[in-house]
C-alpha cells in the first residue's frame, strides 16, 4: 500500500433516510447505526494519535505521506457519520452512551502517544474487519437504501486502505509488542459492550425490544398474529395490547 486516496462523497444525508433503511431490516439497521454513533469520537482519537506522532519518528516519507492522508480520510468520514448521527437523533434514536465514551476518551486523552496509538491499532483492526465483511457478504447491506449502501461501502473500502497506517506509525513511534496486546484486550472488552448496548437501546427505542416477555394475545390489526410483545403484528406493542382480547395478557419469565 502506498498511495491513499481521500474521497468526497456525494451524499447529503441531512435529506434523511428511512427509519429501516437496511432492507426493512430493525435489526441489521439498529446495528449499523449503533456503529455510526461511535465513530465521530473513535475517529477524533485515531485522529489526534496519529497526530501527536513525533515528526523525528515519521522518517520515511511514505509513512508520513500515509499518515497525512489517514487523518483525511478519517476526518471525512467522521464529518459524515455526523450528519448521520444527526439524523438519528431527528428520528428519536439519540446515542444514549454518548457521555460514557466522552468520559472515557478524556481519560485516553491523558495517556502517552503510544497507548493511544495502541488503542488505535487495536480499533482500525476492528474496524478494517467489518469493513472486511460489508463488501465480502452482501447480505449484510442486502436492500440498502442506496445512498446509505455507498456510505457504508465509501467507509469500508477506505478502511481497508490505511487498516496499517497506525500500526506502522506505532512501530515507527518505539511501540513494543506487549502494550499493543494488553490495550488490544481492554479495547475488545470496550467496543463489543458499548457496540452491543448501543444496539440494544437503539432496537428498544425503535420499538423492538422490551424489558420483559408478554403475551399479546390474538392482534385486532386485522394480521390474525398471535404471540410475544414485539414479535406479533409489527405494531408497538401498547397497541397491540389494548387491542388484544381481555384477560388474554399474561406477563412470562
Ligand atoms: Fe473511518
Ligand atoms: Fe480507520
Not at 53 to 60: G, I, S, T
Not at 63 to 78: C, S
Not at 135 to 160: D, F, I, K, N
Request: charged share 25%; net charge positive; with cysteine.
Amino acid at each position: 500500500m502506498l498511495d491513499l486516496t481521500v474521497r468526497k462523497i456525494d451524499v447529503d444525508l441531512s435529506q434523511g433516510f428511512g427509519r429501516h433503511w437496511n432492507g426493512g431490516d430493525a435489526y441489521r439497521t439498529q446495528l449499523f447505526n449503533a456503529l455510526s454513533m461511535t465513530f465521530p469520537l473513535g475517529e477524533q482519537l485515531f485522529i489526534d494519535a496519529v497526530r501527536d506522532v513525533p515528526e523525528a519518528c515519521l522518517r520515511d516519507p511514505v509513512l508520513r505521506a500515509q499518515v497525512k492522508d489517514f487523518v483525511g480520510q478519517e476526518a471525512t468520514h467522521r464529518h459524515q457519520h455526523v450528519q448521520y448521527n444527526r439524523e438519528l437523533e431527528r428520528q428519536g434514536l439519540p446515542y444514549t452512551r454518548e457521555e460514557k465514551l466522552k468520559k472515557r476518551m478524556r481519560r485516553v486523552d491523558k495517556l502517552g502517544v503510544l497507548n493511544r496509538l495502541a488503542i488505535t491499532c487495536a480499533l482500525e483492526h476492528y474496524t478494517a474487519m467489518l469493513a472486511d465483511g460489508a463488501l465480502r457478504y452482501p447480505e449484510w447491506l442486502q436492500g440498502a437504501e442506496p445512498q446509505m449502501r455507498t456510505v457504508w461501502s465509501w467507509h469500508a473500502v477506505e478502511e481497508l486502505e490505511h487498516k496499517g497506517v497506525a500500526f506502522d506509525a506505532y512501530v515507527a513511534a518505539g511501540g513494543g509488542y506487549r502494550r499493543r496486546v494488553l490495550w488490544y484486550l481492554h479495547a475488545s472488552a470496550i467496543f463489543a459492550i458499548d457496540a452491543f448496548m448501543q444496539t440494544l437501546h437503539n432496537l428498544r427505542n425503535d420499538g423492538h425490544l422490551f424489558k420483559a416477555r408478554t403475551w399479546t394475545g390474538r392482534c385486532a390489526s386485522g394480521s390474525g398474529a398471535t404471540g410475544w410483545r414485539g414479535t406479533s403484528c409489527g405494531r408497538r406493542w401498547p397497541t397491540c395490547r389494548r387491542a388484544s382480547t381481555p384477560g388474554s395478557t399474561t406477563t412470562g419469565t
